[in-house]
């Protein structure tokens, strides 16, 4: 059975992205905006060491664009070079019930119900999945799908936007099993969810 971890930036009071959908709180999520060396070498990372990723709509609209041609811009530095490849090769399945056609770059869409796809994805024997997108996560953690939440933690405070976690109808607790912190203040929690 695959382990499934929700895993973003976010805010200190909670967002995954300000109002009207700003990430520039984030140090950025393109090849042209920088999050610090140490923290984007370890997003790389755990990119490389992701079996299968699954997108909402939304971010998969938001990472597309940059990272499917990171690569083969014009002063690429070697490590969002090494970071695009990476991206390019994970295998990633992209939910949406709006978008119209294909999509690209090792991606397959799904438009039935998330939940029923996430759970056979997580049946299979194979590597680790992340999931990014918090109404996506949000769908998967309401049914508790979610294996264990990594939270990279700016020190912004941003008064509202997108939540990372959604409401739910249970609690769910969990364990902390790792924290780093990274220049600027940035805090990596990691919790299990206990079973």
Partial sequence: MRKLTFAMNVTLDGYTAAPGGDLGWSGGDGPDSSPGDELFQWWSD?????????????LWETMSPDWLTADQ??????????????????????????TAGAVDGNARLVTGDAVTEITRLKAEDAGPM????????????RAGLIDEYL????????????????????????????????????????YETRR
Avoid: C
């Fill in 46 to 58: 755990r990119v490389a060491a992701t079996d299968l990723a699954l997108y909402g709509r939304k």
């Fill in 73 to 98: 811009q014009p002063g690429a530095t070697p490590a969002v070079i090494e970071y695009a490849h990476r991206w390019q090769a994970m295998p990633k399945v992209v939910f949406s019930t709006t």
């Fill in 130 to 141: 992340d999931i990014g997108g918090p109404t996506l996560a949000g769908a998967a953690m």
């Fill in 151 to 190: 939270l990279v933690t700016v020190p912004v405070l941003v008064g509202g936007g997108t939540p990372f976690f959604t409401a739910l109808d249970s609690w769910v607790n969990l364990t902390l099993t790792e924290t780093r912190t990274f220049p600027g203040g940035v805090l990596l929690t990691r």
